[in-house]
């Protein structure tokens, strides 16, 4: 796959919970386990990283907008 597809936060959480989920369950294999565990590791990571961009997008705007107080 040599294009990312875009995927929302709330994809991405729904996906995290998803692979939580499926590690808590005890009828799985080691290899199954750490195979979800690794998938969630990168949706845990995708979160944080859409988190960041939010984060500095609404600094960006509150940036912009800031104006001087008259005092």
Do not use: H, W
Not at 2 to 14: C, D, G, L, N, V
Not at 30 to 46: H, M, P, Q, R, S
Request: net charge negative; with cysteine.
């Amino acid at each position: 796959m040599t294009e990312k597809k875009k995927i929302t936060f709330e994809e991405a959480y729904s996906k995290l919970e998803e692979c939580s989920r499926t590690v808590s369950r005890e009828s799985m294999t080691l290899d199954e386990t750490i195979g979800a565990f690794e998938e969630g590791v990168k949706y845990y990571n995708l979160c944080a990283e859409l988190l960041d961009s939010a984060e500095q997008r609404i600094m960006r705007i509150d940036k912009e907008t800031e104006e001087p107080l008259d005092v």
